[in-house]
């Protein structure tokens, strides 16, 4: 119940399409969904991040996705560029109290192709 | 660059060792988080420090221990190294507490031979 499940793997994508990465839970007391971008040799870095009363949210080329009945979100990079090549993580808080922690996705490569 | 600094960069050591791994948060962030990445089981919280009192718990080892100090930098001490404990150990910071915004470091690669 505490896991995330990420898909797919890794991902090729051409420059200026549309990567989708998708990530699926079961804890619906998870309330806060973050997506991190991490580039070899870096640390995680936070891309966006959705609470689960929005449906979506927007920025820039990057938006979240978010389906409460389905817990299911997704991320959306649209008009893929080289520079967006990195692996991405989802991410969900939950456990409540001590036990509060983001719990991380397998990643994803994702790989954009000029 | 996200502001939060760790080191020492690179540490090889043997089985058995202990090492220190250190952490200077972002300037104004009072919580500190150690993460651990590996291959094997990505990446894996272990615990999180706010203004130099535990705050929260995740999968960190009994041989694991860490301490914020009252100038918010912290430490986590890795002791009796095992060759599993191989894995990138990274430092985020945030504000507050709430685990959200967390501004990762760059990275501790540890390797135990």
């Known amino acids: 119940q505490q896991q995330v499940k990420q898909s797919p793997q890794s991902l090729i994508v051409q420059k200026g399409g549309i990567s989708i990465i998708n990530c699926a839970y079961e804890n619906t007391a998870f309330d806060y969904f973050p997506w991190y971008q991490q580039f070899p040799g870096k640390g995680p870095a936070l891309l966006i991040a959705i609470r689960p009363d929005v449906s979506e949210k927007k920025e820039g080329r990057f938006t979240i996705s978010f389906n409460k009945s389905a817990k299911q979100f997704s991320l959306h990079i649209m008009d893929s560029q080289p520079g967006d090549s990195a692996t991405y993580f989802c991410?969900?808080?939950?456990?409540?109290?001590?036990?509060?922690?983001?719990?991380f996705g397998t990643g994803t490569l994702l790989a954009v192709q000029p | 660059d996200s502001g939060v600094t760790q080191t020492p960069k690179h540490l090889i050591t043997a089985t058995g060792q202990r090492v220190t791994l250190r952490c200077s948060p972002r300037?104004?962030?009072?919580?500190v988080y150690w993460y651990q990445q590996s291959l094997d089981q990505g990446l894996q919280f272990l615990i999180q420090?706010?203004?130099?009192?535990?705050?929260a718990k995740g999968n960190i080892l009994e041989r694991f221990s860490a301490q914020q100090f009252p100038d918010l930098h912290s430490e986590l001490n890795l002791s009796s190294l095992e060759l599993g404990d191989s894995a990138l150990y990274f430092c985020?910071?945030?504000?507050?507490?709430?685990?959200?915004?967390?501004?990762f470091g760059p990275g501790t690669r540890l390797l135990v031979l």
């Open positions: 300037s104004g962030d009072l919580s």
């Open positions: 420090y706010y203004n130099g009192e535990e705050r």
């Open positions: 985020a910071s945030s504000v507050t507490s709430d685990q959200e915004t967390q501004y």
């Open positions: 991410a969900a808080r939950g456990g409540g109290g001590a036990t509060n922690k983001l719990i």
